[in-house]
């Protein structure tokens, strides 16, 4: 014959659980300290609260002379690393999680043997197993900062990895840092020279032991569609009727792959690639013949965008220093209301069957 407790046959009320938290208060009351420290925190806390109407009159002054000590410091509550009966919703392995956009200045090395100080943009993440709460995310500020005044290389960026992967037991991590790097390049015709910006990031990724050193360029230049200049041509030729081609400013995000055994891939190395597959960068310093000038480079070189893309795919697959790639343009175009987009990949580094849907507008450059 089946027993049932009443209490359990019926939807409970709030006068249960308030009944149910005084017994908890009263047996936490008599108990040992060890006794307590033994319960759930969530249930831990409740014992600890205070009664309804018993809430301590606290200071509202900042206690500018207050040390920490180390048994306070131990004594502080760490929610992150908590235990596993705290963690909400699956516990599914999280791949990554950290912090992004935490800025400092780093110092970069050229190829000519200079260095240059740059506002430098991180994101540092690492593994979560499914059976851990959380990490502590300053943890990979602090261990970064421990390296930010080295003249950075894909080794230091190693190190800062190797460090916040142990100080986090995480099995898989990234490292990625933006910045905009100048590079002086000369008009066409003119003479002057102007600074260009180039959009970088560097990026460390490790998983499942094997780490592979990435560098993402976003050069931009013009496009002059072939269809259309022929068309213009033809109305010129066959009417004697004035007209002009469209072109537009576009976008290519070359992501590479380093392979440094063959030797450095310098970022003037990588920007000298594209200018070579597709000359036709858009100018910093432009005066008349300048102007002319870059008509007529665009005449030479009109380019659909399929065209663009395999243009950096020759120059990219004729260098040892470079593994796997990804190429993406976008040439924003002033003929339609859309864009004409392709993405080339060569090994499995960036294969995808999916894209972010959003990747395309993130190649809109504001000059």
């Known amino acids: 014959m089946n027993i049932h ?16 938290l005084a017994v908890l208060r009263r047996w936490a009351g008599q108990a040992t300290e060890a006794e307590v420290e033994t319960l759930d925190p969530a249930v831990k806390r409740l014992a600890a ?35 596993a009966s705290l963690i909400k919703g699956a516990r599914q392995q999280i791949q990554h999680v950290g912090i992004s956009n935490f800025r400092l200045p780093i110092r970069f090395r050229t190829r000519d043997n200079g260095d240059l100080t740059l506002e430098t943009s991180v994101t540092g993440t690492v593994s979560l197993e499914a059976e851990k709460k959380g990490i502590n ?50 008009s066409l015709r003119s003479g002057l020279a102007g600074y260009q910006y180039y959009d970088i990031a560097l990026e460390l990724v490790e998983s499942a032991g094997v780490r592979k050193r990435i560098v993402h360029l976003d050069y931009v230049y013009s496009s002059t569609c072939p269809c259309s200049l022929e068309l213009s041509e033809h109305a010129r030729s066959t009417r004697g009727q004035l007209a002009t081609p469209h072109s537009q400013r576009s976008v290519a995000r070359v992501s590479v792959e380093l392979d440094e055994a063959a030797g450095t891939l310098w970022f003037e190395d990588l ?7 597709v000359p036709t960068e858009t100018q910093v310093m432009v005066k008349r013949e300048d102007e002319q000038a870059f008509a007529e480079l665009n005449a030479a070189n009109p380019i ?17 220093r470079i593994g796997d790639f990804r190429i993406v343009a976008s040439h924003q175009e002033s003929l339609h209301s859309h864009d004409a987009v392709s993405v080339l990949t060569e090994g499995a580094t960036f294969a995808s069957e999916s894209l972010d849907p959003r990747l395309f507008g993130t190649l809109f450059h504001i000059g």
């Open 271 to 277: 920007i000298e690639m594209c200018r070579a597959a």
């Open 137 to 186: 995310m300053s943890r990979i500020m602090r261990t970064f900062y421990g390296h930010a005044e080295k003249t950075f290389s894909f080794g230091v960026i190693e190190a800062a990895l190797d460090d916040y992967k142990t100080d986090l037991e995480s099995f898989d991590a990234r490292i990625q840092m933006r910045f905009s790097f100048p590079v002086k390049v000369p």
């Open 5 to 20: 407790s009443p209490v359990l046959d019926r939807d409970l009320t709030r006068e249960d659980a308030a009944q149910a």
């Open 49 to 83: 609260a205070p009664e309804p109407g018993s809430y301590p009159d606290l200071s509202r002054f900042y206690p500018e002379d207050f040390a920490v000590t180390p048994d306070y410091k131990a004594a502080l509550p760490d929610l992150q690393n908590g235990p």
């Open 304 to 320: 659909f965008v399929e065209d663009a893309a395999r243009l950096f795919c020759a120059q990219l697959l004729g260098d040892p």
